[in-house]
């Protein structure tokens, strides 16, 4: 059964209770830990130049490969295929964060057809690798004419600026959105607007792209969500604890997200999903969660539901998802958020 606009009813129909189906269980890890092939070939060009299976160091990239720009510094890339590996020098990171950008199969077959893109984020205690390595993006995409983005954003990162480092520069919220969403435009045949762009994320991820659609209401025309927190303040603000406890123990030396023993409280209204109802307004609202009970699923599911209900009482249309299992990408959930990306945004 599947549900868009105001129907809130569950989606059970798939599997059997607590069977992920043709799914790709990721993780289930304490609340504590989750908040949180790298490749080889000569860099993407805008001109879809090519050039021969090997590792290109920042200075040997032939005439018009991707450039530097943006506050970054390209330090490695490569690429196996369609799939092109970065790794940026940044002032807004204190070491040199890895992106994957996967390219179309057509995208060398023309040097004029541009492309909409996908922001793929990653969840607690994985990296700009995770889509890849374990949920196969490169198959899901065959045949897609779309460029799907996946950026590291720390082992418990939290798509935010901290409020408190003690390990240097943290701030990938201002990585991704002021660096690498403008170098992505620069570098790629990308439509750079508002049609052209959709953000998804797993987890700590899915958060990151409700939190990114909203805040930047202008970028993105798409937001998905699996098993993302939705409410911060809900449970007596248990997911701003859940990300103040995990950042501290393994992205910012004992610093913290959101400010403790008080928290920054404008921040925290800035980035909750369920005080900025009003942006999600002419976007593809895109919501998936499992129907198991675990440490991570439970407070998940509850913080969706009460982020769906806002939504429907407001009158903006979504579609929602709530199947077997707990905290995991499901696999045709996530085939379906591409495709619905792919049919809202700007036609390649």
Not at 20 to 35: E, F, I, Q
Not at 232 to 257: F, I, K, P, Y
Request: glycine residues 12%; hydrophobic residues 40%.
């Amino acid at each position: 059964m599947d549900h868009t606009d105001t129907d809130i009813t569950h989606d059970t129909d798939t599997a059997e209770p607590g069977v992920p189906g043709d799914s790709v269980r990721l993780h289930r890890r304490s609340m504590l830990k989750l908040a949180g092939g790298a490749a080889t070939f000569a860099a993407a060009s805008t001109l879809g130049l090519t050039g021969a299976v090997g590792r290109v160091l920042d200075g040997d990239r032939p005439a018009g490969a991707a450039s530097n720009g943006h506050g970054l510094t390209i330090t490695d890339h490569a690429a196996f295929g369609r799939l092109h590996y970065y790794r940026f020098r940044t002032n807004q990171i204190g070491w040199d964060p890895g992106v994957n950008v996967l390219l179309p199969d057509d995208y060398f077959q023309t040097n004029w057809r541009r492309y909409p893109v996908m922001y793929l984020l990653h969840g607690g205690l994985q990296d700009f690798r995770t889509f890849d390595m374990e949920l196969d993006i490169r198959g899901l995409t065959v045949g897609r004419r779309i460029i799907v983005v996946m950026p590291d954003a720390g082992r418990a990162g939290w798509y935010c600026n901290p409020v408190t480092s003690f390990v240097g520069p943290r701030n990938w919220e201002s990585f991704h959105l002021s660096q690498l969403v403008p170098w992505i435009d620069s570098n790629f045949r990308t439509y750079a607007e508002y049609d052209g762009r959709a953000v998804s994320g797993f987890s700590m991820g899915g958060f990151g792209a409700l939190k990114y659609a909203a805040k930047y209401y202008g970028h993105f025309a798409s937001v998905s969500s699996h098993s993302g927190p939705a409410s911060l303040r809900r449970d007596g603000g248990l997911v701003v604890h859940w990300a103040n406890a995990s950042s501290a123990a393994v992205e910012l030396g004992g610093g913290t997200v959101y400010g403790a023993p008080f928290w920054n409280q404008a921040r925290v209204t800035a980035d909750n999903p369920i005080e900025r109802l009003p942006s999600y307004h002419h976007k593809r609202v895109f919501l998936v969660c499992g129907l198991g009970d675990d440490v991570n699923e439970t407070p998940v599911r509850a913080g969706q539901r009460e982020f769906r209900g806002r939504l429907a009482a407001a009158g903006i249309p979504h579609e929602w998802h709530e199947l077997p299992g707990t905290h995991f990408v499901r696999r045709d959930m996530l085939q379906r958020d591409i495709d619905g990306a792919i049919a809202r945004l700007r036609k390649a």
